[in-house]
């Protein structure tokens, strides 16, 4: 099993940066297609971008360009950095675990453990 924590939300002026992390525990970190979810007020979680255990990455369009996804074997953490953030990405941002084969797409169902959610507020 493998516990998430992730940490780093708050609010920004749209154009600003944030940047999460996600804390996990458990010795097999390195085996787990690692992603990121995010899920708006009234909407369903969508993913974000996830990283396989080669550290190979892919993005939601919406997030390309502005986002990157980073993992950390030896913290067992995985990141991300969130640039020229937008109004539309208000969300409760989640981290989520999965075995190698949830790396071939990002669908939530795909993904077995997940964190409490941090949120993010960007202002206009």
């Known amino acids: 099993q493998v516990q998430l924590v992730e940490s780093g939300g708050g609010s920004v002026q749209a154009g600003g940066s944030l940047s999460l992390s996600c804390a996990a525990s458990?010795?097999?970190?390195?085996?787990?297609?690692m992603a990121w979810f995010r899920q708006a007020p009234g909407k369903q979680r969508e993913g974000v971008a996830r990283i396989d255990t080669d550290g190979n990455t892919n993005y939601a369009d919406s997030v390309k360009g502005r986002f990157t996804i980073s993992r950390d074997n030896a913290k067992l953490t995985t990141y991300l950095q969130m640039n020229s953030l937008k109004p539309e990405d208000n969300a409760i941002y989640y981290c989520a675990a999965g075995p190698r084969d949830s790396c071939y797409s990002l669908r939530r169902g795909d993904f077995d453990y997940w964190g409490q959610g941090t949120q993010v507020a960007v202002s206009s």
């Open positions: 458990g010795d097999t970190y390195s085996r787990y297609c």
